[in-house]
């Protein structure tokens, strides 16, 4: 079995967890029109063996996010069941940032997930996302699309 078994669209939500797929694939494709970079969401409702930080980069590398153009990949990714979230962004954008950048981001989402809903803290976080990298990676006038705007879970 490949790796790639692991990682599937999200479209069947497990019952009890209310997230919003389209409205986060929307918001993706809006934060986008603002910057080269491109940013990707996944969640999972198991329990990680390994440290978020190490599962979400392995879903980093799974969803090939470290062959962009100009290593400019920017994951969301969640543990729905155990509360946790990662935020993580290749070296282009990184290098940039840094992971101050990354906390404030992943701060600002966990306060509006309380505040309102896990899809709106995630939307939040993309916007936040997308202006910050609209900084450093203008959009060219091509401006492909090269992840898929697609929420997945695996």
């Not at 799974?62 to 969640?78: C, D, H, P, S, W």
């Not at 101050?100 to 505040?115: G, L, M, P, R």
Request: hydrophobic residues 40%.
């Amino acid at each position: 079995m490949s790796i790639w078994a692991r990682i599937f669209s999200a479209h069947r939500i497990p019952s009890g967890i209310n997230l919003d797929v389209k409205a986060i694939s929307n918001a993706i494709a809006l934060a986008e029109e603002g910057t080269s970079a491109e940013i990707r969401v996944h969640y999972t409702i198991c329990k990680g063996k390994l440290d978020i930080l190490e599962d979400a980069k392995k879903v980093f590398n799974q969803l090939g996010m470290q062959n962009t153009k100009n290593r400019n990949a920017v994951l969301i990714y969640l543990r729905l069941n155990q509360k946790q979230i990662s935020i993580i962004g290749d070296s282009g954008i990184h290098t940039h940032v840094g992971d101050d950048f990354w906390n404030a981001v992943k701060d600002e989402v966990i306060e509006t997930i309380k505040s309102s809903n896990l899809t709106k803290g995630i939307e939040k976080g993309i916007s936040i996302l997308g202006n910050q990298l609209g900084k450093h990676f203008p959009p060219s006038e091509e401006n492909p699309n090269e992840l898929s705007n697609e929420v997945t879970f695996g």
